[in-house]
């Protein structure tokens, strides 16, 4: 299996906000998680990708078998896990060019694969840039420095298509889309990580999303733990009727 | 930008990777010809003996002498230096005698493999192999205090551009030296500058004759080698009419106990239409952890805009020095002459930075543009102190300034002072700054994409100063990058 989370309990600030959560990711498997504002989801993508400031304080988690909770941050990302941000982050004055080759130069070097070069790296991007419909001039901008929310969230998903992860954990990527940007988005999941051997963690509060990229579970997380698990009827039952019903 | 700005991007950032691990901490053994230690009038005469010069230079710095053992060390700077024994010192040392030479390839091997070590630009070890196409860089290398090699001579000279080392150009050029030598800082400037004109060891001489584009950049690798030697470089630029130059001063020093002292002089001269570029990348020695050893650079940097439209640019990026004493200034004689002042300071540990510049307006029309961006970390403390003033009769003045503060944790200090002394009413002054923390948000974004901790911290660092970065040829572009991030390990987390 891919990720199995066993009892993970974290703490924000001292405030328990993860209470117990158990959950098995298999390679192959998308997995929709679902569930009311401050439930702990963002919460959860941060635990697992080892932001500062989370503190794990009991439980486990496993990455293809080896203890993700030791790495560092940056560890995560080479050994494959990609955190898509519900909101992401500007950086003035570094394109979106040179941060991500720096960024996936420092992965491959972690792995100890050889650097790609400039014409190697800038051709990967075009390629991943044009999928998704962003053209070259806006990798060129400072990272995400002026872009609009939707312009980030596309950002987010050619940074995942460069990157090439094997887990994406992607909290709330369809917020702020609009309608065709919604599908080319869910089509570009699909492409980049519909694949035997990767693993999405879909975070989002719509079904719209699964419209386009359809999950093999849905969960919904309520108050720091997994209280349902379905197939993607679920999501549908969800937004006919609310959690409230679900959590009585 | 375009595709191919891309990729010339990325080619910068492909030679960066290849730049050796920072490694300055090493003293390399060539024989060394010392002065005898401290100061009065005999290390005056031996210097100026040693070097053969003419009577008349060695009378200028006996004159200096006098002249600074009546004045008293400033204090008014946001420093704590301090004091300094000026005879507990050597002035001059030089490797011992060698033939001129005309190219690297006949450079003391050893000294070669400190250059190595400081990680001279690719793009000179291509032009250095013979490149096709290569850009050019003429490298006048100063080890210690002595010249040792001078390449490209022959097309310098071709274009009639004269690069020399200061002491040759004392013999071989003395009425051009004579008439500008002093001229933009003059001998009583100030307490450094003093004792520069009396000690100065070496230094290069520039002269572009009238309507000359220098055919390449020109190049001054500083390096401080011998232990307790004062270092006094003395630069002389002049542009002709309608001429072009850029130059390039990169500075490196290794490890040592004790303080040493720097004080250059660095004068630049730019007549009508002419324009001076001078870039400079420091990376001295700054001191342990708990700030013990590390470079004193107390340097007089000026520049004369003499003629109408002339112009003259700094760029400098500071990542060196115990404590640095810094303000590269414009004179603005000329009609709608222009001067510019871009700058990245970083202080670390418990490094002292009081650095700045002055824009002094006394042309009718001149312009001047200021940046500045100040990066302090550990227990340090960064000072922006810049001067703006505007003579009665220059109309139509403008200036603006930009200083930027970033602060990485809580116990480092960044301070602006600005003085702006306007006496003209048309002048347009423009003041702006800001003072930022770097944010735990960028700093997880790019953690979470890949990058280690320091990377990250490098990345954003070098984000904030691209404004100046940018004004860099990019040989020096990419030594910057490196050097920002390198002079910031260890201050987050
Ligand atoms: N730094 C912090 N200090 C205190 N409480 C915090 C902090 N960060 C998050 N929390 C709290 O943790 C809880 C879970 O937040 P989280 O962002 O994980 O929710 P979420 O499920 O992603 O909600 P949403 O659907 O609104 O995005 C919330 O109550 C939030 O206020
Ligand atoms: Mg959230």
Known sequence: MMLQITNLHATVADKPILKGLNLTLNAGEIHAIMGPNGAGKSTLGYVLSGRPGYEVTEGSVTFNGEDLLGMEPHERAAAGLFLGFQYPVEIPGVSNVQFLREALNAQRQHRGEAPLSGAEFLKVAREQAGALGMDMDMLKRPVNVGFSGGEKKRNEMVQMGIIDPCLAILDETDSGLDIDALRVVGDGINRIMRKPDKTVLLITHYQRLLDYVKPDFVHVLADGRITRTGGPELALELEREGYRELAA | MT?????????????????????????????????????NEDTVRFISAKKNEPEWMLEWRLKAFAMWKTMTPPDWAKLNVPPIDYQDAYYYAAPKAKPKLNSLDEVDPEILRVYEKLGIPIAEQEVLAGVEGARKVAVDAVFDSVSVATTFRAELERAGVIFRSISEAIKEY?????????????????????????????????????????????????????????????????????????????????????NQLHAAVVELVALDDAEIKYSTVQNWYPGDAEGKGGIYNFVTKRALCQGRNSKVSWTQVETGSAVTWKYPSCVLNGEN?????????????????????????????????????????GHSNN??????????????????????????????????????????????????ATTSKISDDQLFYAMQRGLGQEEAVALIVNGFAKEVLQQLPMEFAVEAQKLLGISLEGSVG
Not at chain 2, 218 to 240: C, H, K, M, P, W
């Open chain 2, 383 to 432: 000072t922006y102190r810049g001067l703006v003033r505007v003579a009665p009769n220059a109309e139509g003045v403008r200036n603006f300034t930009q200083c930027d503060s970033l602060l990485l944790g809580s116990l480092c200090g960044a301070h602006t002072v600005p003085y702006i002394e306007v006496r003209n009413p048309s002048a347009q002054i423009e003041h702006e």
């Open chain 2, 174 to 258: 003395p009425e051009l030296v004579k008439k500008w030598l002093g001229k933009v800082v003059p001998m009583h400037d100030n307490y450094f500058a003093t004792l520069n004109c009396a000690v100065f060891s070496d230094g290069t001489f520039v002269y572009i004759p009238e309507g000359v584009r220098c055919p390449m950049e020109l190049s001054t690798y500083f390096r401080i080698n011998a232990e307790n030697t004062g270092q006094f470089e003395r630069t002389l630029i002049v542009a002709d009419k309608g001429s072009y130059v850029s130059y390039l001063e990169g500075c490196t020093a290794p490890m040592r106990d004790e």
């Open chain 2, 337 to 377: 002459s222009v001067g510019e002042f871009y700058s990245v300071a970083v202080t670390n540990n418990y490094q002292q930075a009081d650095t700045g510049t002055k824009m002094i307006h006394n042309g009718k029309g001149s312009r001047s543009t200021v940046v500045s961006k100040g990066i302090s970390a």
């Open chain 2, 3 to 39: 595709d191919d700005s891309a990729i010339k991007d990325q080619a910068a950032w492909d030679a960066a990777d290849k730049v050796a691990d920072y490694e300055h901490g090493w003293s390399s053994d060539i024989e060394t010809d010392f002065a005898p230690k401290g100061l």
